[in-house]
């Protein structure tokens, strides 16, 4: 297992911008899926963005498509989900997952970044 601890949430104001940050560490031959998701109260847990490391292939969100963008950087062993034109609904909790790309789920998950957006 490769052990996730997200960074850089904060409270930013509608229209703002925050970058994310995802540091591994442990097995991180594990990351090649990385993956961003939400997770708000009263709501499902909400798939945001993943990067592969092997193809280089990218998903994301209808919600967050043009807005947010998933990068990753393999010699600091970091993922990052750049954020801006938030919106209020952008609020949640945000993990970061890792796993096998050739499986639809993760292995690993971090313990969340709180990022709140203001009207």
């Known amino acids: 297992q490769v052990q996730l601890v997200e960074s850089g949430g904060g409270l930013v104001q509608a229209g ?8 591994a560490s442990g097995h991180t031959f594990s990351m090649d899926k990385m993956g961003w998701f939400r997770w ?23 919600s967050v498509k043009g807005r ?10 970091t993922v990052y989900l750049q954020m801006s ?5 952008d609020t ?9 790309l050739a499986r ?11 990022v709140t957006v203001s009207s």
């Not at 708000?40 to 490391?53: Q, T």
């Not at 949640?92 to 096998?100: E, R």
């Not at 639809?104 to 709180?114: E, L, N």
């Open 16 to 23: 703002g911008s925050l970058r994310l940050s995802c540091a």
């Open 40 to 62: 708000a109260p009263g709501k499902e847990r909400e798939f945001v963005a993943r990067i592969a490391g092997s193809d280089g292939s990218i998903y994301y969100a209808d």
């Open 68 to 77: 947010f963008t998933i990068s990753r950087d393999n010699a600091k062993n």
């Open 85 to 89: 034109s938030l919106k209020p609904e």
């Open 92 to 100: 949640a909790v945000y993990y970061c997952a890792a796993g096998l």
């Open 104 to 114: 639809t789920t993760y292995d690993s998950w971090g313990r969340g970044t709180q």
